[in-house]
């Protein structure tokens, strides 16, 4: 498969409301996207999914365009690329910057799938056609706003609901939404706010019987976490701590978590997550997918990632409409009951909405041979 040309285009949409979490708030979303074409008139399309500020990894929407436009894809226009799953060493030349790894690299796995006619989840392995999913809900101003967020993904079947916590704002919401849900499959996720000095803190979650954990310490420890496991029955899932294969590897020979939250964008592309998912299978690890707050063709790959066989536990994938007015595909993501179909097209499945995909579109890049 020869790579004729690459776009790379910068996309601004508002996201309906603010997403807080310990460590910052998202409305306007500027990304980016990567459009990779063959000889034969083929386009395969990825989203890049840093943020314009480097909170939750070091990438940027900025560093990602800089890796891409003057690294990246030159270099993949240069190359034969046989199979997508080639990518992972031909950048493997470029340090880290997963993110940016990660735009080019599902661009060309949507494109192959396209060539060969199948869809993609069918060509990662995917085992499944629908994928369950649930929600993750920001940090929220007052706890009305909360429960009228959780009664909604109730209301629409929501297999699962996860809460952002930080010091200050925990234990004691997590308490209030068991007495109104006691029921409810419920998770919190830290985004790395605690250290090992909140370990006492911390085990006081166990009796509320949470399905995990998500990142309470250092997003780049594994260590403290293992630390914090043994003492800890709440299992931990590990987001930004597991960058690679290897990070994946040294958790579970440290036993610092139960789970993994899988993101394509974190790791560098839908191969090194193909590895994560093997590794984590062997261990007896659970898997679910997580979201970047995505429009939609980001969120097209990390549901067919999902349909991969350990991905086990609910996503963090909900529908379109969750985040955006509009999205970028035709038709929109949707969930119903708690559930994502897998569209049956070639490729990611879905098709480009041409009218919002150039409204939204604020540069635009060619890079050629
Ligand atoms: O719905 C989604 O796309 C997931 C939202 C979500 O929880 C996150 C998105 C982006 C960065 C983080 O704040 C966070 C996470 O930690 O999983
Ligand atoms: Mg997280």
């Known amino acids: ?129 629908a994928i369950d999913v649930g929600v993750s809900i920001g940090l929220q101003p007052m706890t009305e ?18 809460v952002k916590i930080k010091p200050g704002n925990d234990l004691a919401l997590v308490a209030t939404i068991r007495e109104r849900y006691p029921d409810l499959p419920l998770m919190v996720d830290a985004n790395s706010a605690y250290t090992l000095k909140d370990m006492e803190h911390l085990k006081k979650f166990d009796p509320y019987n949470l399905l995990m954990m998500e990142q309470p310490l250092g997003a780049d420890d594994i260590l403290d976490h293992a630390m914090l ?34 993101k394509i964008a974190r790791v560098g592309g839908i191969e090194e997550a193909r590895l994560i998912h093997e590794e984590a299978s062997r261990a007896d690890l659970q898997l679910w997918g997580g979201g970047m707050l995505e429009a939609g ?34 038709p929109e993501v949707v969930v119903v009951n708690g559930e994502i179909h897998l569209p049956s097209q070639p490729g990611i499945g879905y098709s480009i909405n041409e009218e919002a995909y150039e409204k939204y579109t604020i540069k635009k890049i060619e890079i050629e041979v």
Request: overall charge neutral; hydrophobic content about 40%.
């Open 145 to 162: 706003m909360l429960y009228q967020k959780i009664d909604a993904a109730l209301g629409n079947g929501a297999k699962r609901v996860k």
């Open 229 to 262: 496991q043994k003492q800890l029955n709440t299992p931990i899932c590990l987001d930004e701590s597991i960058c690679s294969l290897k990070d994946a590897q040294t958790a579970i020979a440290l036993n610092a978590c139960k789970i993994f939250n899988v």
């Open 297 to 330: 063709i980001g969120r097209a790959h990390s549901v067919a990632l999902t349909t991969l066989q350990n991905f086990t536990l609910p996503a963090d994938t909900s529908g379109s409409s969750h985040y955006f007015d509009e999205d970028l595909i035709s």
């Open 1 to 129: 498969m020869k790579i004729k040309k690459f776009i790379l285009r910068t996309m601004n949409m508002r996201m309906k409301s603010p997403f807080k979490t310990s460590f910052g708030s998202v409305q306007d979303k500027l990304f980016l996207i990567v459009e990779a074409y063959d000889d034969q008139g083929n386009c395969g399309y990825g989203e890049c999914d840093a943020f314009e500020a480097p909170w939750y990894t070091e990438e940027t929407v900025a560093t990602c365009h800089h890796m891409l436009q003057d690294f990246m894809l030159p270099t993949l226009l240069t190359e034969a690329i046989h199979h997508p799953s080639d990518v992972r060493e031909l950048l493997a030349v470029y340090r880290r910057n997963s993110m940016a790894k990660a735009a080019v690299e599902t661009a060309i796995w949507d494109l192959y799938a396209k060539r060969v006619g199948k869809p993609l989840y069918e060509v990662i392995g995917g085992v499944r056609q």
